[in-house]
């Protein structure tokens, strides 16, 4: 598996995936701040960090899942997930796991929320 998307990363990648290409700068800031990368602000002289730990703590993906819903109810029912899905995971990226999940889901929104925050789409 590839690395596990920054907040940034993951951000940008919905945003994208939703069919977003424009962000408000009034935006941006609070949705880093929500996800712990607080933009101008890391942690260290280092920069932030790029491994998974710091990013993939369980209040981090409640943070990821909260935004994911907030998103998919912004988008209702124009996007098909279970369509959107092959061509955000191209080849085998799709887990079958993630089709299941996305089949079983009920509502259009719940299957946009739940391919966000699935463990294919968080990793790049």
């Known amino acids: 598996p590839g690395k596990f998307k920054t907040p940034w990363d993951w951000t940008l990648s919905s ?5 977003q290409r424009e962000l408000k700068t009034t935006q941006g800031a609070p949705l880093l ?6 933009v101008w602000r890391p942690g260290s002289p ?9 990013w993939a703590a369980p209040e ?3 943070r990821r899942v ?14 098909d997930p279970r369509d959107l899905a092959p061509r955000l995971l191209p080849g085998d990226a799709l887990g079958e796991g993630t089709a299941r999940a996305l089949a079983r889901a009920e509502s259009a929104s719940t299957a946009l929320a739940l391919l ?9």
Do not use: H, K, M, T
Not at 33 to 38: D, E, R
Not at 66 to 79: K, V
């Open 15 to 19: 945003l994208r995936a939703l069919g």
């Open 33 to 38: 701040n929500q996800l712990g990368q607080p």
């Open 46 to 54: 280092a920069g932030y960090d790029d491994i998974a730990a710091s």
């Open 60 to 62: 981090a993906l409640v």
């Open 66 to 79: 909260e935004l994911a819903q907030r998103f998919a109810a912004q988008a209702g029912n124009s996007i």
């Open 116 to 124: 966000l925050v699935s463990p294919d789409f968080l990793r790049r």
